[in-house]
């Protein structure tokens, strides 16, 4: 099995990122969330793994996936800008993965970049969003990678939507109060953020039931087989 980075030294990466950029408002914050959001990742892909032993689930780097999902969040332009954050994180993985030690292994620095670039409504953000489209175009992304389709992009996406402020929460609790704090109306608003949560909230809420059923041994051989694990 390839090297893959330790919380530890994942957790310095993004601190270090963060130190360089001096953008954000509340950099502890982002440290905090990002420590739990790794922690629940690793937690739920080995407890589903434990269920299925025989499943393909590399719960090393969807423990590290979590811990720099948000590392494109210092890295925009402005403290205001953070929509695109789940591409910035991927491109930036994928460009320095290999020099800042995530993995000696290019599959793994691919894998770990692609399950941080489907979280949270990114695949609406992208529909919805001109000015996103226009910021990535010369990064050719396929508007299907922000989508995500195996166990690992999942647990991601899970693992940013149950957990808030240290602490684990009720999804759907969060996604309405994001909604509310981004303005999400689809008939008054044009807060992209807010609108395409609104959007995407029944996916996410199945997804969140999905993880959480193989976590806890639920799934059927027949689910199961509908996952790219």
Not at 24 to 44: F, M, T
């Amino acid at each position: 099995m390839s090297y893959i980075i330790n919380k530890e030294n994942a957790l310095g990466l993004l601190s270090d990122v963060i130190d360089s950029t001096r953008i954000l408002s509340d950099p502890k914050g982002l440290l905090i969330h990002s420590e739990s959001v790794g922690d629940r990742a690793g937690e739920v892909a080995l407890k589903t793994l434990h269920h299925y032993p025989d499943l393909h689930i590399d719960v090393n780097a969807i423990s590290c996936a979590g811990y720099l999902h948000d590392i494109g969040r210092p890295l925009s332009t402005t403290p205001l800008k953070q929509i695109g954050h789940e591409i910035r994180s991927s491109i930036w993985i994928i460009k320095n993965g290999h020099n800042k030690g995530i993995s000696v292994s290019k599959d793994k620095v691919n894998k770990i970049a692609r399950m941080v670039k489907s979280h949270s409504s990114i695949f609406e953000q992208w529909a919805l969003d001109p000015q996103l489209r226009d910021e990535f175009v010369n990064d050719v992304i396929d508007p299907i990678t922000l989508y995500p389709r195996t166990f690992g992009e999942a647990c991601i996406t899970y693992s940013d939507l149950v957990v808030y402020n240290g602490g684990k929460v009720d999804a759907s609790w969060k996604i309405n109060d994001a909604i509310k704090r981004y303005d999400g109306n689809l008939l008054t608003s044009t807060n992209i953020v807010g609108n395409s949560l609104i959007i995407a909230k029944s996916r996410l809420l199945n997804l969140v039931d999905m993880v959480e059923c193989a976590s806890q041994g639920k799934l059927s051989m027949e689910q199961l087989e509908q996952i790219n694990f």
